[in-house]
């Protein structure tokens, strides 16, 4: 199976940062495609009843009833990708405390911020 974000050694801060914006891209990539995908289906499923004699508000019960569980799935994509957002945010907090308190014994090699000297 083909993996969503590429294996990669993390060595320094930046590393994770990347990673975890890689994490952030593919939720809300995959969020827009299930979003779409469940609009179009549901609008498919609308056409499809209509055409077959049910009426317009069945129509729109089925229509909903079926895209749902894409809808959710959307959802999820995008909760992923707050979620990694909110990580990204807390290790690069984490990251300048540690450096302002004891500069260097990260096993993380911070690149991302310069120390005022």
């Known amino acids: 199976m083909a993996r969503l974000l590429p294996e990669t050694e993390i060595r320094t801060d930046e590393d994770l940062i990347h990673m975890l914006e890689g994490i952030r ?10 979003d779409e995908m469940a ?7 609308e056409r499809y ?4 004699g049910i009426g317009r508000m069945k129509a729109r019960w089925w229509g909903r009833m079926v ?3 894409l ?21 690069e907090a984490f990251v300048v405390a540690l450096d302002d308190e004891n500069a260097g014994r990260s096993d993380f090699e911070v690149t991302s911020r310069k120390r005022a000297a």
């Open 71 to 91: 809808s959710r799935c959307a959802d999820a994509m995008l909760a992923v990708a707050s979620y990694s957002k909110v990580c990204k945010n807390r290790f």
């Open 49 to 52: 009843a209509r055409r077959n």
């Open 39 to 45: 609009g179009m289906i549901r609008m498919k499923i």
């Open 67 to 69: 895209a749902l569980p």
């Open 25 to 34: 891209q593919v939720g809300v990539a995959g969020h827009d495609e299930l």
